[in-house]
């Protein structure tokens, strides 16, 4: 018997109707994103930052990857080497470096290298940031580990605690005179104690504002010189809150200080703590360590910690001047990266961060940090080239990263203030080119690295990456929950970090 | 039959001569090739399955940390500490939560929807059904990631265009990413985006329901729904419950969506700490490697217990023509 299939009536019309509805939700258009910015991650590090800024944080490896195109990795062949010349990998993308716009630089400077001499035959491998972590743990695992990394900071060498090459008896042997380095300096460079590599580049913090808001908005722009009035008061965070509601407008064209703003529809916002986790953030009120001094197995947040994330929370869901997690990742804000959009008319973040916007386009300028209670703090990162201990040629290696922490080509490949003083003027004159037709105040930068923080808000931590895991989580909290009791939630992290560093070896 | 029988009987021409002068039956041939044909797969079943195993069941009596040499030294054995820790791991029981929940949630939405589609396209009186199966389908072929950042934007609770459009018929949307409440049905919400394979397979079953059997329920008097619940539905229960096994084993290695959408954390508030975002951030993130691997093997388990029990109870509910009779 021939089967048929069974003829129902049913209007082909309809049917067909249903079949259309369904189809936007199956070919769902959303907004087109340019970059895949996680939720969780965007305070982190930057979406943009860990591939361009030289210093992230170990949880920069889970934002996902911020610029529109994801460099693959990148080997070089030792092409130009000498014949004989031993070879050596240098792994980048735990910092700056991974950038697609960068790569080309990289290699055009070791070829140089290559060049140059004879010794060595430097092989440069960059990882996209996302991955170069775990890239990086497997090379080790299989005992085929780069001799070289960097540029790294504080908190990318954290996530391989342990992994580094002690450089002091490498730089005696060789003859190295690391005595021309500010000693506070040196100590930026240890882990645990353990010299790992030589100051290469600073980058202090300080506030990078949008001209043409403030010019909008007919406000003076905020102080280039440390001790500066700002419309005839102290330059400090209750002068800075105010500034930035007014420069907060929601979709109305209300400021944040109107009885009528619409905190669910705003179009500007004033001030954000651009690329970086609770820790960084609580240095705003001053450096400070999360445990008891005579006992780092035991967590106590500091008080000046405690005031600095309460203000940071209530600057969210209070005063509405700083965007919360959904605005943070909206198209307003360029989906993670709030200052590059245009929109956000003041950002603290670092030098490095120049990599991360159109910094030709977008008019802007940089001011000094506020004070708090007086005293002005600017969070500092520092980077260099580190050593590995499972690299088999760790004096050869020694020899091209003491070349390497001079070159003033790899001070602007990665946008790094140099460790040595003399070489800043000719840096920043560079860094200006490449800005124009901006003209920046770079004398606000070098004013900033006077005022660190310390200690430093990257600094050593038992169980360093768990502790860090909590307050990239501590900050995802704040920017993405409203009605929270801080004192509740600070004692809350309080307790978690002290089982995380009593867990620590 | 033993080999000797087989050189008897292999016709001329199908034995030959070995090295030594030795006869090599029809068979021995047959397995030789057979084997040669077979040393691909094995050497990358050896490689990339068996030894990767073998290496998790070590490594999980170790307290090996990535970021050393894997090798005698850097690793010392712990017994069964690692296993003992399970006990102690709050972050397990709130990852395997996250998963059970997701499971409750998204795989009968994985189920249903595809279904219903593969209905909606099976009908006669849709028009150009093959056009409607192909865009049904699309979406399947997009890699996930690009998946993912087109629902980032999509869901995002101020300029996505599911609170935008919300938000014109007067209904304040929720914070989809950023309000645990909302993650899971935000994921599962994403999860249609790939029913297009699932609806293939449907699609499939639905079309071998023998037509006779819906002519004859016509004559008897039963509705469309009387015939899709009694014909329909047991006809093609073998491929419901193949669906079933498939998704819920596939909630269990739910990773890359939750990865994209929440972090590597999990957020927001570890509402999308999946079991296997907890194994990633225990064995790659924290480099806790022995630890790591007694979660990938208690995954292991887990998802076989659940597919023993599925298989048990479908042998009772699902229906097998082939198995009357």
Redesign the interface.
């Known amino acids: ?1 021939a ?6 009536t ?7 109707v ?2 259309i509805a ?2 936007p ?9 340019a ?7 965007p305070t982190d590090t930057p979406a943009t930052a860990p591939q361009s800024s030289a210093t992230d944080t ?2 920069a ?4 990857p911020p610029s529109p195109t994801v460099p693959p990795t990148v080997v070089t062949g030792g092409e130009g080497c000498a014949a004989g010349a031993t070879r050596l990998v240098w792994y980048v993308g735990l910092g700056a470096g991974g950038d697609a716009e960068v790569i080309p630089k990289e290699k055009a400077w070791v070829d140089n290298f290559n060049k140059s001499q004879s010794e060595a035959c430097l092989i440069l491998q960059v990882v996209h940031n996302p991955e170069s ?2 890239t990086l ?1 497997a090379m ?4 085929t ?1 780069p001799d070289i990394v960097g540029p790294v900071g504080k908190a990318g060498r954290a ?5 580094w090459a002690d450089i002091s008896p490498l730089a005696q042997k060789s003859g190295f005179d690391l005595s021309k380095y500010d000693p506070a300096l040196l100590d930026f460079t240890k882990d645990e104690g353990v010299l790992v590599g030589i100051p290469f580049a600073l980058f202090p913090s300080f506030i990078y504002y949008n001209k043409a808001l403030f010019d909008e908005a007919r406000l003076p722009y905020p102080p280039h010189k440390v001790g500066e009035k700002y419309q005839g008061k102290e330059w400090n965070l209750d002068t800075l809150s105010e500034l930035a509601q007014k420069l907060t407008v929601d979709a109305n064209g209300n400021d944040a200080t109107s009885p009528n703003f619409d905190p669910k529809n705003i179009t500007q916002f004033g001030y954000y703590e651009q690329f970086t986790d609770a820790r960084g953030i609580a240095a705003l009120f001053g450096g400070g360590l999360p445990y008891d001094p005579a006992d780092p197995k035991t967590a106590k947040i500091p008080d000046n910690w405690r005031a600095a994330w309460k203000w940071y929370y209530d600057s969210i869901w209070k005063y509405h001047f700083a965007p ?4 943070q ?4 804000l360029a ?1 993670g990266n709030p200052f590059s959009s245009g929109n956000v008319a003041m950002a603290h973040t670092h030098t490095w961060y120049t990599c991360c916007f159109d910094v030709k386009k977008l008019n802007w300028d940089i001011a000094v940090m506020p004070s708090v209670n007086g005293k002005i703090t600017a969070k500092l990162h520092g980077d260099t080239f580190a050593i590995l201990k ?1 690299s088999k040629n760790q004096e050869l290696a020694f020899k091209v990263i003491s070349k390497m922490v001079v070159d003033k080509d790899l001070y602007q490949i990665y946008g790094g203030m140099p460790a040595i003083p003399e070489d800043r003027p000719e840096f920043f004159k560079t860094l200006s080119e490449r800005v124009a037709p901006n003209k920046v105040d770079w004398s606000v930068a070098e004013e900033m690295v006077k005022y660190p923080d310390l200690p430093n808000h990257e600094s050593w931590l038992p169980n360093l ?2 502790a860090n ?1 909590l307050f ?2 501590f900050r ?2 704040m ?3 409203p009605g929270l009791d801080m004192d509740k939630e600070i004692d809350k992290l309080q307790q978690q970090l002290d089982a995380v560093f009593k867990e620590a070896p | 039959m033993s080999d000797m029988s087989d050189t008897q009987t292999a016709p001329a021409g199908l034995t030959g001569a070995g090295p030594a002068g030795r006869i090599i039956t029809l068979k021995q041939r047959s397995a030789r090739w057979g084997l040669l044909f077979l040393t691909p797969w094995f050497i990358g079943f050896v490689a990339f399955q068996l030894l990767p195993i073998v290496s998790t069941i070590f490594l999980s009596f170790t307290d090996y940390n990535a970021t050393t040499e894997f090798k005698p030294g850097n690793f010392n054995m712990v017994g069964l500490d690692n296993y003992a820790r399970l006990f102690n791991d709050p972050q397990l029981l709130q990852s395997l939560s996250v998963t059970l929940k997701y499971v409750v949630i998204a795989v009968p939405i994985g189920l249903v929807v595809p279904l219903m589609f593969a209905v909606l396209v099976n009908s006669r009186h849709l028009l150009a059904p093959n056009i409607f199966r192909t865009l049904f389908y699309l979406p399947t072929v997009i890699p996930i990631v690009a998946a993912v950042m087109v629902f980032q934007g999509m869901l995002n609770a101020q300029s996505g265009w599911i609170n935008l459009g919300l938000k014109a018929v007067g209904i304040e949307g929720p914070r989809w990413l950023s309000d645990p409440d909302w993650a899971i049905p935000a994921l599962s919400l994403l999860g249609l985006w790939g029913v297009g394979n699932a609806m293939l397979i449907f699609l499939g079953a639905l079309q071998g329901v023998p037509t006779e059997l819906y002519e004859a329920a016509t004559i008897d008097g039963a509705n469309g729904v009387q015939r899709f619940f009694r014909i329909t539905v047991p006809l093609i229960s073998p491929v419901i419950f193949y669906n079933i096994t498939l998704g819920v084993i596939g909630a269990f290695q739910y990773f890359v969506v939750a990865m994209l959408i929440g972090g590597r954390n999990g957020d927001p508030q570890g509402a999308t700490l999946f079991y296997n975002l907890h194994f990633y951030r225990t064995a790659f993130v924290f480099n806790e490697m022995g630890y790591g691997s007694v979660l990938a093997l208690l995954l292991f388990v887990i998802v076989m217990i659940l597919t023993a029990i599925m298989f048990f109870f479908g042998q009772r509910v699902v229906y097998y023509a082939g198995s009357e009779g």
Request: aromatic share 6%; hydrophobic share 40%; glycine share 4%.
């Open positions: 018997m089967t048929k299939k069974l003829r129902v049913w209007p082909a019309s309809l049917t067909t249903i079949a369904i189809l939700v199956l070919t769902a258009c959303g907004t087109p994103a970059s895949p910015t996680p939720v969780a991650a170990p949880t490896q889970a934002s996902a972590y775990d743990k080790l695992a299989a005992g580990a996530s391989f605690q342990g992994a919360n997690a959904d605005y990742n909206s198209d307003l989906k499972q990456i768990k895991d990239t989580k995802t909290l920017d993405q929950t």
